[in-house]
């Protein structure tokens, strides 16, 4: 399952742990040019005895795997004390947003999308692992909530010295004004300037004109009396978006974590949020959706945190009580959602992912016209993706056979015709078994 390059020099070592032998081979060959030991495992299983065995300088990690995904090895490395430390560098096809997000929430050092070029992976490689060896003192985030009398501090980074100047004497009444600080919370630039090269990546921007700004020119603010206030409530609000970006990640990583659990259903919660893209993509949802969709499906199964981990873990059949404490899962997961104003939109799929079109699904019994398409494309592609796997009660059948199972479903009423079409035209374009 694994091929070990050796060399007699001293050289990084790297563990790969890639299921395609043909992408494993190239890049292997890639690594060894460049004096690299390499070892190669071709499933999450072999990949994770590789790393504890030889703990490894690197991992480079595929995403999708034959018995799991990356994000379960990843999460699986930095649960481990002994090679938490091993940077990870994820290599994938998948480069959607939350993709990356998430793959760097489990804790890798990076993520890069396939197909990519020899010189930027190696280049990657070398940041990946300077960083590794000469590890520097992280810097703590400058908090929304200061201490009493603390003010947040304001750059203001224009050239015309009439402007800086009356810009900085409006702004002292709030902000501590630096000139050179690595760390401002706002950077104030005069229309189109660029941001300083040495300014903190996410920091909150506001671009200013001495005239009155126009329609067409919203994003100017005014040089005036109002411009404390202004730059004042765009921290808050930066703040307030950074905060529910760590929130829904670190939500996606505890369902992750939650599902990496579930050993009969490793990978379930990725394969299900990406065939519910693809249904999304075919039946001709404009991107926010289907990122809603995916979203939504990575989470729609949250409320798991709030049940017993017995009853999560059992195998056997669930007494009446067990299968009503399961299935308020749905509630529960709107539940730990509800405070998060920017995630609403995923409450539909969260709660009602379990719900069929005659009325006879959980927890709520809504019929076809109380469930929106967003919940019915996740409800197919959750019942599809379970239908591949093997389960104590039955093993996997095919995806052409899953096909027919859920057209069967369609003809009792239970799931949306449109969405299963477009999923059975997806299995049939690409060759289903």
């Given amino acids: 399952m694994e091929e070990t390059i050796r060399s007699d020099a001293p050289a990084t070592r790297v563990v790969v742990v890639e299921d395609d032998q043909a992408s494993a081979d190239v890049l292997q060959r890639r690594l060894q040019a460049n004096g690299m030991v390499v070892s190669v495992a071709h499933d999450g299983r072999r990949g994770i005895e590789l790393v504890e065995e030889l703990l490894p300088d690197l991992v480079l990690l595929d995403v999708m795997l034959p018995d799991t995904d990356g994000y379960d090895v990843c999460l699986r490395i930095k649960s481990n004390s002994t090679t938490a430390p091993i940077p990870v560098i994820f290599l994938s096809a998948r480069g959607e947003v939350v993709d990356k997000v998430r793959g760097l929430s489990c804790g890798a050092a990076d993520y890069i999308t396939k197909p990519f070029q020899a010189a930027e992976l190696l280049a990657r490689i070398d940041a990946v692992l300077g960083q590794a060896r000469n590890p520097r003192v992280p810097r703590l985030a400058r908090s929304a909530e200061r201490a009493a009398g603390e003010r947040r501090v304001a750059r203001v980074a224009i050239v015309d010295g009439a402007l800086r100047a009356h810009v900085e004497q409006l702004l002292a009444t709030r902000f501590d004004l630096a000139e050179d600080s690595d760390m401002p919370d706002v950077v104030v630039l005069e229309g189109n300037a660029s941001v300083p090269a040495d300014a903190p990546e996410d920091v909150a921007v506001v671009r200013v004109t001495a005239g009155r700004g126009s329609d067409d020119r919203a994003e100017l603010v005014p040089v005036d009396a109002q411009l404390p206030r202004i730059v004042d409530l765009t921290v808050r609000e930066r703040g307030l978006d950074h905060d529910l970006q760590a929130a829904a990640e670190a939500l996606i990583v505890l369902a992750a974590a939650i599902a990496s659990h579930d050993r009969p259903t490793t990978g379930h919660t990725e394969r299900v949020a990406a065939r519910a893209v693809q249904i999304g993509r075919a039946l001709g949802l404009d991107e926010s959706t289907r990122m809603t969709?995916?979203?939504?499906?990575?989470?729609?199964?949250?409320?798991?945190?709030?049940?017993?981990?017995?009853?999560?873990?059992?195998?056997?059949?669930?007494?009446?009580?067990?299968?009503?404490?399961?299935?308020?899962?749905?509630?529960?997961?709107?539940?730990?959602?509800?405070?998060?104003?920017?995630?609403?939109?995923?409450?539909?799929?969260?709660?009602?992912?379990?719900?069929?079109?005659?009325?006879?699904?959980?927890?709520?019994g809504l019929r076809a016209e109380q469930i929106p398409l967003e919940v019915r494309i996740v409800t197919v592609a959750d019942r599809f993706e379970a239908l591949l796997a093997d389960r104590p009660d039955r093993p996997a059948v095919s995806e052409s056979e899953a096909v027919r199972i859920l057209q069967g479903a369609v003809a009792r009423g239970e799931l949306d015709a449109a969405v299963v079409a477009a999923l059975a035209t997806q299995v049939r374009a690409y060759g289903g078994n």
């Fill in 293 to 364: 969709i995916r979203l939504g499906a990575l989470l729609r199964d949250v409320g798991h945190a709030r049940l017993p981990g017995s009853l999560l873990a059992k195998s056997g059949e669930l007494g009446p009580d067990e299968r009503a404490m399961l299935e308020r899962h749905p509630v529960l997961g709107e539940e730990i959602l509800a405070g998060f104003k920017r995630l609403s939109g995923l409450l539909p799929i969260v709660r009602h992912h379990h719900e069929r079109l005659d009325g006879t699904g959980y927890p709520d």
